[in-house]
């Protein structure tokens, strides 16, 4: 086989050559009495995956007008299992990948039968594992789990069509691949008790934990592509699970898959159990909470757990209703965060915020040591930009050549730039103590590079990477690599000898600046960590207090911000391009976590027009425009 016939939508990467296969389905759909058709692709000898193996089922035509049923892709064998009319169906199986050329196409058994649901039990929502099945075993004594074996012969993905919402594991999402894992199986469980909490535990039973990992997901409905279907609990990659849910009395369904699609499923445990909690022992039977309060944790349990929480320790949850589109919690010692479904946002001891709608149920867990906590809840306007209006400029930097302005010295250039009523003024690179930093580029009519600083005497290895300006002002920060960063201005109006403002001892490795009327923004490290840092302007030598978190960049992580917009916006790019903010940054300081996720890292440059509040920044060669 060398040619390639099948689509393969489902397959990020090209394919190798395949063959063709057409089968005739005699009987009609399960609904109408029928049966499923079944289809295995296998090599006949010892596989590798330099053969691993896509599969796609067409149905009415083997070409493109023909309906793509099922597509899957890189494992190397595959079961199909399809509910659907007679007719005529045409298999697909193809090598995973063109590049394996020098493995000849390896050679295959593949079978087609028509089978009853109860002999692909579990793969589907035809025939669901249930308390009836042989793999089941019921609670020895009253709160003691339902178990389920699930076995190894599990081998088809059945939770769509292919991978991807909405049939799939909803939290499996994988850059840049999406919700893409491997083979399923699922569960049927009524759930007896109204106001029970369910305890699901997942166990994988493959020898060597190493080769295979799993994802679990429990449903309202079978059916992962029912529109009226919630995920009441979703987890993703891990051999071990212990997790709550929330439901009302009646049948949940627990989907149980491989995290890969090359991953083969070697069986799991499955245990159920019905739990009588009380308030603040789950997420889902988190304790209410209007207000930032003290709050005297007192769960004994220990349910779903943060991640940065350690082992052993009780966990007592709380439920907010967030008053506003962003909504920050702040506390005095470690918390999580986790969305309404269960899915944790956010853990560790910073502030943290999130960007959403008024309305939105957040749950936050704290440790019980057994001593009261200070738990602050802030809720704030969003004035800035939405992503989901971005505009893509019709401008290619790729392919444009860059120009420098006539009369401007490539030496008078850096990574501080700062725009003044109509003059453009830059901080160069230099790390030599008496040469000037700060230079004018533009002066309103003409380009041309201008010292700015004259007289300078600057510490040792203490190079500028951060300009801004404020009422005339010119502010610039040494980046040292340790110990301290010394903060300078300069006037707009003319050139003159700087001034040293102060020094602060606590803050290093400052790449971005910004300033307003009671604080002095920037970006940097200190002993906390990298972050997004405020200082007051009359105290510059204070501890500076941490914003957010944030992966800084070595040379440059611009700040702009956005004093018009109510509250006012400081928006920040960190190391991989990707854009946050901070709303009410002299005030409340909200982080709103991930504003833009960016294609490429290396470019990370950053604007903001004041008069509109429209962002500008640089990625993968193109100028975005955010409204």
């Not at 099922?70 to 299992?81: E, P, S, T």
């Not at 003044?420 to 230079?439: C, E, K, L, Q």
């Not at 960063?485 to 300069?490: C, G, H, K, S, W």
Request: hydrophobic share 40%; charged share 15%.
């Amino acid at each position: 086989m060398t040619s390639t016939a099948g689509a393969y939508a489902c397959d990020a990467n090209t394919v190798g050559p395949d063959v063709v296969i057409a089968v005739e389905k005699t009987s009609p759909a399960v609904a109408d009495g029928g049966q499923l058709l079944r289809v295995t692709a296998a090599p006949t000898t010892a596989n590798s995956a330099a053969n691993y193996l896509n599969v796609e089922v067409r149905e009415g035509a083997c070409e493109d007008a023909g309906t793509i049923r099922k597509c899957l892709w890189y494992k190397q064998n595959w079961d199909v299992i399809l509910d659907g009319p007679p007719g005529t169906y045409f298999v697909f199986v193809a090598k995973n990948s063109p590049t394996t050329q020098v493995n000849p196409f390896p050679e295959l058994r593949v079978t087609a039968a028509e089978i009853d649901p109860e002999e692909a039990e579990g793969e589907g929502c035809f025939a669901p594992y249930t308390d009836a099945s042989a793999i089941y075993t019921p609670p020895a004594n009253v709160g003691l789990p339902h178990t389920w074996a699930l076995p190894a012969t599990i081998n088809s993905f059945d939770m769509g069509d292919t991978w991807g919402e909405p049939g799939s594991i909803s939290c499996d999402n994988t850059d840049p691949y999406g919700d893409i894992h491997g083979v399923d199986a699922v569960i049927a469980y009524n759930k007896t008790l109204e106001d029970s909490v369910l305890l699901v535990e997942v166990q994988n039973q493959a020898s060597v934990l190493s080769s295979s990992d799993l994802n679990v997901e429990v449903l309202s409905v079978c059916d992962p592509q029912d529109p009226a279907k919630r995920s009441l609990q979703c987890r993703a990659n891990a051999d071990t699970y212990a997790v709550t849910a929330p439901a009302p009395a009646g049948p949940v369904y627990i989907w149980v898959s491989t995290e890969a699609t090359g991953e083969e499923f070697s069986g799991a445990q499955v245990q159920v159990t019905e739990l009588a909690l009380g308030e603040g022992e789950s997420w889902p039977t988190a304790e209410p909470l209007a207000a930032s309060a003290t709050v005297n944790p007192t769960s004994t349990q220990r349910f779903d757990a943060p991640s940065c929480f350690p082992a052993g320790v009780p966990v007592h949850w709380y439920r907010v209703t967030s008053q506003a589109e962003v909504f920050g919690v702040r506390s005095d010692g470690l918390f999580g965060v986790y969305d309404a479904g269960g899915q944790q946002l956010g853990c560790g001891s910073e502030p943290f915020g999130v960007l959403g709608e008024p309305g939105e149920t957040f749950y936050i867990a704290l440790v019980n040591a057994g001593a009261p906590r200070a738990l602050e809840l802030r809720h704030g306007d969003w004035d800035g930009v939405r992503v989901a209006t971005s505009e893509l400029l019709a401008l290619d930097l790729g392919a444009t050549t860059a120009t420098l302005a006539p009369g401007v010295n490539a030496d008078a250039l850096g990574y501080g730039l700062a725009a003044v009523n109509g003059r453009v003024f830059s901080a160069d690179t230099t790390a030599t103590t008496s040469a000037s930093r700060i230079f004018r580029i533009y002066d309103g009519a003409t380009w041309g590079s201008t010292p700015w600083d004259a007289n300078p005497g600057y510490p040792t290895a203490s190079p500028v990477n951060s300009l801004a300006a404020y009422q005339g002002t010119l502010l610039y920060a040494t980046r040292r690599t340790s110990a301290s960063t010394n903060l300078y201005t300069l006037p707009t109006g003319a050139s003159a000898t700087p001034t040293l403002q102060g020094t602060n001892t606590h803050i290093w490795y400052v790449v971005g600046l910004a300033v307003d009327a009671s604080y002095i923004y920037l970006t940097g490290a200190t002993s906390q960590g990298e972050g997004i840092y405020r200082i007051p302007r009359g105290d510059l030598t204070a501890t500076p207090e941490r914003l957010a978190a944030l992966n800084t960049n070595t040379t440059t992580t611009p700040l702009a911000l956005d004093t018009a917009s109510t509250p006012p916006i400081l928006y920040a790019r960190d190391a991989s391009g990707d854009l946050y903010a901070v709303v009410d940054p002299a005030g409340a300081a909200i982080p709103t976590g991930l504003l833009y996720d960016a294609e490429t890292s290396g470019s990370l440059g950053l604007t903001l027009d004041p008069a509109t509040g429209v962002v500008y920044l640089v990625d993968l060669g193109r100028l975005i425009r955010l409204d």
